[in-house]
């Protein structure tokens, strides 16, 4: 089970903190992303990171802004997101896998998503 929070109202500029916490079943983490899925649009790619390594990576529109972190023992994954702007708003998810696969797809297990909203 992927639990997600940490959404809210934010004014541009803003900053909010995402949390992902994997409970239950997770033995072996491979990768876990942050999604993102504006209303009216697919669902993006965001950030993900290789839980192994540390690798980070982050979709242009966010790099410089957004960081993605995570806690081992924990299970926890993060997402620092600074300098809001309002084509960030979105219903953000967490999601993992235990495969190995590329950094941006593939994922089995999805968190149910957190409200992200920045106005202008």
């Known amino acids: 089970q992927l639990q997600a929070s940490g959404g809210g109202l934010v004014q541009a500029g803003g900053s909010l903190r995402l949390s992902c916490a994997a409970s239950g079943r997770f033995f072996s983490i491979n990768a876990m992303a942050w999604f993102r899925q504006a209303p009216g649009k697919e669902r993006e790619f965001v950030s993900g990171?290789?839980?192994?390594?540390?690798?980070?990576y982050y979709v242009d529109s966010v790099k410089g802004r957004f960081t993605i972190s995570r806690d081992n023992a924990k299970k926890t994954l993060y997402l620092q997101l600074n300098s809001l702007k309002p084509e960030d708003t979105a219903v953000y998810y967490c999601?993992?896998?235990?495969?190995?696969?590329?950094?941006?797809?593939?994922?089995?297990?999805w968190g149910q998503g957190t409200q992200v909203t920045v106005s202008s």
């Open positions: 999601a993992t896998r235990s495969v190995p696969g590329p950094i941006g797809s593939g994922y089995k297990y």
């Open positions: 990171i290789y839980w192994s390594t540390g690798n980070t």
